[in-house]
C-alpha cells in the first residue's frame, strides 16, 4: 500500500455536515460505499469518491444509475458481509423505496444518511423533513442531528447500533439539507484508534449470508392461507419489532460509550433542555433546535418558565421517555418541518400526543409547521411558538395548525 | 472428459425392418429370436416408431437404483456395465431406468443391456435405412453427469417446461462456489428459491425485486472480489424483468462492467403471473393483456431485441440460445461463464412456453427448434473483440407457417399480421447481418478499462448442434 496522507483524526477542523458525515464514513472503515448525487446529498459522496480515489478510505465504490440500484449494491454487499454506506435526498429517496421497503425485514445493518429535503410537488431541492418523514413507517432506525458535530458522531455509533446483534436493523442519521448540509462549523474528529474500539470489526451477515461457505436461501417465499408459513411470517415480523424495541437501549448504550471515549455527550433518544420546573414546552426535531434554545433562554432571562424537549432518535419512538418529559406540563407545542397530511398537523405532533395517551393527566398542546422548502426557523418564529404555547389553558379539542410561515 | 459415444435413433429414417433386433439377439444370445435383443423398435398407434435401448446416460437411474454396485458407468468408454457377480436379480434398476434400456432376459434368467458390443454395434450395422447411428455426444451430455445437479428434484415447474432443462445445465456447470439470484418469474415460482423456510437450491439463493437483480449482484461480486474469493454471480430472469422494468438496473451493472454472469430465459412474456404481455413478446401474439378480441387481435408492437441492445454496452461476452441447440447452448455458457471472470456476461436463452404459447407440452423442443429454423430466433454471439458473427446461418429458412401453426398465440392471426411478422423477421435478419458485417469489417476493437479483451474465449467455434 502506498504511503497516503491518512485521515485528519484526532483534530480540530471546520467543515459542513456532508463533510463530517464522510469523515465518520471513512473513520467508521466502511467496506462498500454506493452513490448517486442528488441535491443536497451530493456533496457527502464526492467526499466520499474523492476519500477512495486518495486512498484514505480502503473501500469499494459503486457509481450506480440511481438510488434504487445504490441501496441494491448495498444489500448484495451486505449479505456478502461488507459494512455499506449510501447518503440520499428527497426524490432518490422515493425512487428507492422499494429496495428501502425491504432492508430492514433482512436485518441489515446498513446506515444511510438522509440529507432531509422536502418533496414534490412543488417542485422543490429546498430544506425540509417531508422526505425522511414520509419512510417513518418503513422499520429504519432514524436519528436526527442538531449540529455538525452531531452528525458526524450520530454516523459513527450508527453503525453499532446496526451492528448490535440484537438489533440488526438499518439506520438512517437524518441532517438537515441546506443548514447542516451546507452550514459549516468547528467539529473535534475522533481517534481512530477510538472508533476501531467502538464500533470493532463489521458484524454484518451472521444471520443471513449469500456465501457458498454456508449455502442458504435468503428470504424465501413465506406466508399462505394456513399452517406454517403464515406463523414463520409473524415470527419474522415480531422479531422485527423486537428488535426495533431493543434499539432504544443499544442507542442510550452507543451514546453512554462515544461520550466515554470522546467526552461527547449527545442526548440519545430525547434531550431535555431547561426543563427543570418548567409550565410549558416547546418540542424540537434537527437544527432548528439551535434557535429555539436561544429563544427558550430569552425567555427563561425574561423569567417564563419554558423548557425545550429536543427528539433525536424518532424511529424507534422513545414514547415513555417524551411522556415523562412532558406529562406535567400545562402545555407545548410541537414544530414540525413536515406535514402529516392524513391529521392537517405535523407528524412529530402526531407521535408526541399519541405518547401521551393513557397517562392520567394531558397538557394542551399546539402544532407548529414552520421551515419547509428551505426557509430559516429563526428565534422571531420560536419566541411566536413561547407566546401562543404559554396563552393556552383549557383543552378545547382540537387546535387548528399554526403555519409558522403563512403570510396572511 | 473423454467424448463418450451413443447410438442415436432417427424415427424418420426408420421402416420397422426389425433387423436391428435380430442382428443385437445374434451378436449377443446367439439367437435368431427378437425377444433376445437389447433393443427395441415399436411402432405407435399413428405407425411412429420408438426405440427403447440403453442411452448409456451420464446421469444413470439404474446405477442410482442398484443396491448392489452391479452398474456402473466405465469412465474410459462411458459405457454402463452390467457385472453378473454383483446382481442380486432385485430387478430395481428396470424400474429406475426412463427408456426400458435394461430389461429381464427370460430366458438368461438375468437383466441385460446395451454394451454398444465393443464399439461396433450390429444393430447398427444392420440398419439399412440409417435410422440407428453410432455417434460422438455433445460434451453437454457426457459432462452433465459427472457435474452435481444443485437443484433440489421435484421443481414444480409446468409439465414440458424447458426453463428448468436450462436452469438444472447450467447451474451444473457453472458449479458449487455460485451465488443465485433469480427475481420473481417462473423460476422462483417453480420453487427455485424455497418456501416456508425449505430451499429449492443448494448453493446460496436469493429472490431479488424483480427490478435489482443485477446490482444487488454486482454488490455481492465486488466484496467477493475484494476478499480475494472466487464467487460466480449468477442470474436466472426472466425477459418481463430484465427487459422491462428491470432494464435500468441491468444496463446499469452492464455499463459499469460488473462481473455477473447474467442468464436471461426468454418466454416473450409474463409466464408466471399469468401470461401477460413484456416488451419481449412478439408482435401478433395473443397475451391476456393483448387479447384477441373485435377491436385488436394481440399485440401491436414488434419485440424489443434485448441481446442487441445488451451488444450495445459492449458486455464483455452477448450471445443468443435455444433449448433445441443444446449444445450451442453448453459452448456458450462457457464462454459467458468464462467472460464473467472479467465482466458482464449476458446469455439470452429462448425456451418456449408451454402454458402460454398455447401448445402441447411434448412438442416444446420442437417448437424451439422451428423458431430457429424459420429465422424467428437467430443464434449468435459476441464479443467486443471478434464482434458479432451468427453461429448458425439463417440462410435457407424453413416457412415461418410451420413455426406459427404450431402455437395456439398465433391461431388468430390474419395474412396481413403474418407479413407483417415474415417482414419484422427479414429486417432482424438484415439487421444481425449488418451488424456482424461492420464487425467484421472494423479494426479490432480497443477494450475499455477493468474489461479483458476476452481473449480467453478463444475456442472452436460455436457450431450448430
Redesign the interface.
Known amino acids: 500500500m502506498a504511503a497516503v496522507a491518512p485521515l485528519p483524526s484526532g483534530r480540530v477542523l471546520a467543515c459542513d455536515g456532508n463533510e463530517a458525515a464522510a469523515l465518520a464514513v471513512a473513520l467508521a472503515r466502511v467496506d462498500m460505499v454506493a452513490v448517486y448525487p442528488i441535491t443536497p446529498q451530493s456533496s457527502l459522496v464526492e467526499y466520499l469518491a474523492k476519500f477512495i480515489a486518495d486512498g484514505r478510505l480502503q473501500a469499494e465504490l459503486v457509481d450506480a444509475e440511481g438510488e434504487h440500484s445504490v441501496l441494491s449494491v448495498l444489500q448484495g454487499a451486505a449479505l456478502a458481509g461488507a459494512r455499506t454506506f449510501t447518503a440520499t435526498s428527497g426524490p432518490g429517496l422515493a425512487f428507492m423505496f422499494e429496495p428501502y421497503l425491504r432492508t430492514p425485514g433482512m436485518r441489515l445493518p446498513i446506515v444511510m444518511s438522509i440529507v432531509t429535503r422536502d418533496t414534490l410537488t412543488p417542485q422543490c431541492v429546498w430544506g425540509g423533513h417531508q422526505d425522511a418523514m414520509s419512510v417513518r413507517e418503513a422499520g429504519w432506525v432514524q436519528m436526527y442531528c442538531e449540529t455538525v458535530q452531531e452528525v458526524l458522531d450520530t454516523t459513527i455509533i450508527a453503525y453499532r447500533v446496526a451492528e448490535q446483534r440484537d438489533v440488526m436493523l438499518p439506520v438512517n442519521v437524518c441532517h438537515d439539507g441546506n443548514y447542516l448540509s451546507y452550514g459549516t462549523a468547528r467539529i473535534e474528529l475522533p481517534e481512530q484508534d477510538a472508533v476501531d474500539t467502538f464500533l470493532g470489526a463489521p458484524d454484518v451477515n451472521w444471520h443471513a449470508a449469500l456465501d457458498p461457505d454456508r449455502p442458504m436461501a435468503v428470504d424465501p417465499l413465506t406466508g399462505g392461507p394456513a399452517g406454517a408459513g403464515p406463523a414463520t411470517f409473524v415470527r419474522y415480523r415480531r422479531g422485527q419489532c423486537a428488535g426495533m424495541h431493543r434499539a432504544l437501549d443499544a442507542i442510550r448504550d452507543a451514546h453512554r460509550e462515544w461520550a466515554r471515549l470522546t467526552g461527547r455527550n449527545h442526548a440519545p433518544l430525547i434531550e431535555r433542555y431547561r426543563m427543570e420546573d418548567a409550565e410549558c414546552a416547546i418540542v424540537t426535531l434537527g437544527s432548528m433546535t439551535g434557535a429555539a434554545k436561544d429563544a427558550v433562554d430569552e425567555a427563561r432571562a425574561a423569567g417564563r418558565r419554558v423548557g425545550l424537549v429536543k427528539v433525536k432518535t424518532f424511529r424507534p419512538f422513545p414514547a415513555t421517555d417524551v411522556a415523562d418529559a412532558l406529562c406535567k406540563l400545562r402545555s407545548f407545542g410541537v414544530v414540525d418541518r413536515s406535514v402529516d397530511f392524513a391529521w392537517n398537523c405535523g407528524p412529530l405532533y402526531r407521535e408526541v400526543v399519541t405518547a401521551l395517551q393513557g397517562g392520567t393527566r394531558t397538557a394542551t398542546s399546539q402544532s407548529f409547521i414552520g421551515g419547509l422548502a428551505g426557509a430559516d426557523l429563526t428565534v422571531e418564529h420560536f419566541q411566536r411558538v413561547i407566546e401562543t404555547v404559554g396563552q393556552m389553558r383549557e383543552v378545547a379539542g382540537p387546535r387548528d395548525t399554526v403555519w409558522l410561515d403563512a403570510q396572511e | 472428459m473423454p467424448a463418450y459415444n451413443t447410438i442415436a435413433f432417427h424415427a424418420d429414417r426408420c421402416d420397422g425392418c426389425g433387423k436391428c433386433m435380430i442382428a443385437c439377439a445374434q451378436a449377443k444370445s446367439a439367437s435368431d429370436s427378437p425377444r433376445r435383443a437389447r433393443l427395441e423398435v415399436l411402432a405407435d398407434d399413428a405407425g411412429r416408431f420408438e426405440l427403447t435401448m440403453c442411452r448409456q446416460c451420464a446421469d444413470p437411474e439404474c446405477v442410482q437404483s442398484c443396491p448392489a454396485a452391479a452398474l456402473a458407468k466405465n469412465a474410459a468408454t462411458g459405457v454402463i456395465e452390467w457385472d453378473h457377480d454383483k446382481c442380486i436379480d432385485c430387478l430395481l434398476c428396470t424400474v429406475g431406468c426412463s427408456f426400458a434400456g435394461i430389461a429381464l432376459d427370460e430366458a438368461a434368467g438375468h437383466v441385460v443391456k446395451c454394451d454398444q458390443c465393443g464399439g461396433d454395434p450390429a444393430c447398427v450395422r444392420a440398419c439399412k435405412p440409417g435410422a440407428l447411428e453410432y455417434l460422438t455426444m455433445a460434451r453437454i451430455y457426457d459432462e452433465a453427469g459427472s457435474l452435481e445437479d444443485l437443484f433440489v428434484q421435484g421443481l414444480s415447474a409446468c409439465q414440458g417446461c424447458n426453463t428448468e432443462l436450462i436452469m438444472r445445465h447450467t447451474l451444473r456447470r457453472v458449479g ?4 443465485v439470484a433469480a427475481p420473481p418469474g417462473c423460476v ?1 415460482g417453480m420453487g427455485a ?17 424483480l ?2 437483480t ?11 472480489k ?2 480475494g474469493r472466487q ?1 460466480t454471480a449468477l442470474a436466472l430472469a426472466g425477459d418481463g424483468g430484465a427487459a422491462d422494468v428491470g432494464f ?2 441491468l ?3 452492464a ?2 462492467g460488473e462481473e455477473i454472469l447474467f442468464l436471461v430465459i426468454d418466454n416473450e412474456g409474463y409466464m408466471n403471473t399469468g401470461m401477460q404481455r413484456s416488451s419481449c413478446t412478439p408482435y401478433g401474439a395473443w397475451t391476456t393483456t393483448t387479447p384477441v378480441g373485435r377491436e385488436s387481435h394481440g399485440k401491436s408492437q414488434d419485440a424489443k431485441n434485448l441481446p442487441l441492445l445488451m451488444v450495445g454496452h459492449r458486455c464483455a461476452y452477448v450471445a443468443t440460445a435455444s433449448t433445441a441447440f443444446m449444445a450451442d447452448f453448453y459452448l456458450k455458457l462457457d464462454r459467458a461463464l468464462q467472460a464473467s471472470k472479467t465482466g458482464f456476461a449476458y446469455l439470452h436463452v429462448y425456451s418456449p412456453c408451454t402454458t402460454g404459447w398455447r401448445f402441447p407440452s411434448k412438442k416444446n423442443i420442437e417448437v424451439a427448434r422451428k423458431a430457429v429454423e424459420s429465422n424467428f430466433v437467430l443464434l449468435w454471439e459476441y464479443t467486443p473483440a471478434a464482434g458479432l458473427r451468427l453461429t448458425r446461418s439463417v440462410d435457407d429458412p424453413v416457412p415461418l407457417s410451420e413455426y406459427l401453426v404450431a402455437l395456439g398465440k398465433y391461431r388468430h392471426l390474419t395474412p396481413e399480421q403474418v407479413a407483417h411478422l415474415e417482414q419484422h423477421i427479414a429486417e432482424n435478419v438484415a439487421a444481425i447481418k449488418r451488424h456482424a458485417l461492420a464487425e467484421a469489417a472494423a479494426p479490432p476493437a480497443s477494450t475499455r478499462p477493468g474489461i479483458s479483451s476476452a481473449g480467453a474465449l478463444q475456442g472452436p467455434p460455436a457450431s450448430q448442434a
Open positions: 458449487p462456489d455460485t451465488v422462483p428459491v424455497g418456501y416456508n423456510g425449505l430451499t429449492g437450491t443448494k448453493v446460496p439463493v436469493f429472490h431479488p425485486l427490478t435489482n443485477a446490482p444487488m449482484l454486482a454488490g455481492l461480486k465486488r466484496v467477493y475484494r476478499k464467487v435500468q438496473s444496463s446499469g451493472a455499463e459499469r
